[in-house]
T-cell receptor, first 115, second 113 residues
Framework: GENVEQHPSTLSVQEGDSAVIKCTYS??????FPWYKQELGKRPQLIID?????GEKKDQRIAVTLNKTAKHFSLHITETQPEDSAVYFC??????????????FGQGTTLQVKP | DSGVTQTPKHLITATGQRVTLRCSPR?????VYWYQQSLDQGLQFLIQ???????AKGNILERFSAQQFPDLHSELNLSSLELGDSALYFC????????????FGSGTRLTVV
């Protein structure tokens, strides 16, 4: 069935360092890959997304890369700050004609940025 | 404020009981989604409604049911509650049938005692 594997489950970095979170998806028809940030007790918030016709997308300190052949996508955060500390979730969806808005989520990565 | 409104924010109830969670989507959005977030399970898709009709179903238990009303708000009904049903239940909405433009509500924390 559809599955998204996310690694690592926890990640601790020093302020200013980079953080990388990796996800692998099983459904080759997936074509939309959003990343969400969830602070404790709060709702997941979209931070960046990428569609399958693009290999890389960047938004200030955040970037996402996609390798369709390997069915693998990654989140890169540069110059990390303490406020980046949160749980990050990757997700995958097939948004093609006749398909739905169902998102399959990874298990989450708890990122801790130490001052 | 995301524009997606969920009530109540917290709910404590006993095993065997039935509860109803309510969600109002962001203005203009036609799809409503329900997700369950348990401590060790991440975000699990339950069900999607689009413009009043069921569009997709995930691993939703038979004890759970949902509907979307003509004004597009949605309700998730959980019955014969068990301790393991304790979780955060999130509603999300999007403009169309696909996953673009997803916005989550603040969630309902359900505690079954």
């Amino acid at each position: 069935g559809e599955n998204v594997e996310q690694h690592p489950s926890t990640l601790s970095v020093q302020e200013g360092d980079s953080a990388v979170i990796k996800c692998t998806y099983s459904d080759s028809a997936s074509n939309y890959f959003p990343w969400y940030k969830q602070e404790l007790g709060k709702r997941p918030q979209l931070i960046i997304d990428i569609r399958s016709n693009v290999g890389e997308k960047k938004d200030q300190r955040i970037a996402v890369t996609l390798n369709k052949t390997a069915k693998h996508f990654s989140l890169h955060i540069t110059e990390t700050q303490p406020e980046d500390s949160a749980v990050y979730f990757c997700a995958a969806s097939n948004t093609g004609s006749g398909n739905t808005g169902k998102l399959i989520f990874g298990q989450g990565t708890t990122l801790q940025v130490k001052p | 404020d995301s524009g997606v409104t969920q009530t109540p924010k917290h709910l404590i109830t006993a095993t065997g009981q039935r509860v109803t969670l309510r969600c109002s989507p962001r203005s203009g959005d036609l799809s409503v989604y329900w997700y369950q977030q348990s401590l060790d399970q991440g975000l699990q898709f339950l069900i999607q409604y689009y413009n009043g009709e069921e569009r997709a179903k995930g691993n939703i238990l038979e004890r759970f049911s949902a509907q979307q009303f003509p004004d597009l708000h949605s309700e998730l009904n959980l019955s014969s509650l068990e301790l393991g049903d304790s979780a955060l239940y999130f509603c999300a909405s999007s403009p169309g049938q696909g996953a673009y433009g997803y916005t989550f509500g603040s969630g309902t924390r359900l505690t079954v005692v």
